[in-house]
């Protein structure tokens, strides 16, 4: 097999980040890589790890469209945020289940939602997140939230009802 056209030219370095946007992973042999690109001895091009255990399952997680954002939620209500790899616990387990995690399309805001009926909306500064919103429907569960992809509006689901707020107002 030979290299898919997304992926770069190793140099001389052992690994070597695929060209975005395409989201498959990329692979190469890891020694004395030839023209061809031999594709036996298959290692990821880059290994990132960082491991956190939340108190119960994980029910959501998200990336930021904008920067180097990573949002967690679980089954006991944790949301936690990574940053450039350093976690914010945003939220401590309260035995309520987070089932919905959504960042803005400009990655300004992170909407969080679940078993209480209740969303969760916190402005992430570049000093700290902040939660300044608690938006409460009632008792039905929200499994469904979108942000608008270019506007600062969050779309979300309470039983049959749909909901637009509107992070301007």
């Not at 989201?23 to 023209?35: A, I």
């Not at 904008?66 to 936690?80: F, T």
């Not at 409460?136 to 469904?144: E, H, P, Q």
């Not at 992809?149 to 909901?163: D, F, S």
């Amino acid at each position: 097999g030979t290299v898919p056209p997304y992926c770069k030219k190793a140099s001389s370095l052992a690994f070597r980040p695929c060209c975005l946007p395409n989201p498959e992973p990329c692979f190469l042999k890891r020694s004395s890589l030839s023209s061809s690109y031999p594709m036996s001895s298959l290692e990821p091009l880059v290994e990132l790890q960082v491991q956190r255990s939340l108190s119960e399952y994980i029910t959501a997680l998200v990336w930021s469209p904008v920067g180097n954002r990573l949002a967690i939620a679980s089954a006991a209500g944790e949301v936690d945020l990574w940053q450039d790899f350093q976690e914010t616990l945003l939220q401590a387990a309260n035995n309520a289940s987070i089932n919905v995690l959504g960042f803005s399309g400009e990655g300004q805001w992170l909407a969080a939602a679940g078993q209480t009926g209740a969303v969760m909306l916190w402005r992430l500064s570049a000093d700290s997140p902040e939660l300044v919103e608690t938006l409460t429907w009632g008792s039905a569960w929200i499994d469904r939230l979108q942000w608008h992809p270019r506007q600062p509006w969050l779309t979300y689901n309470c039983g049959k009802t749909v909901h637009i707020w509107d992070a301007d107002q």
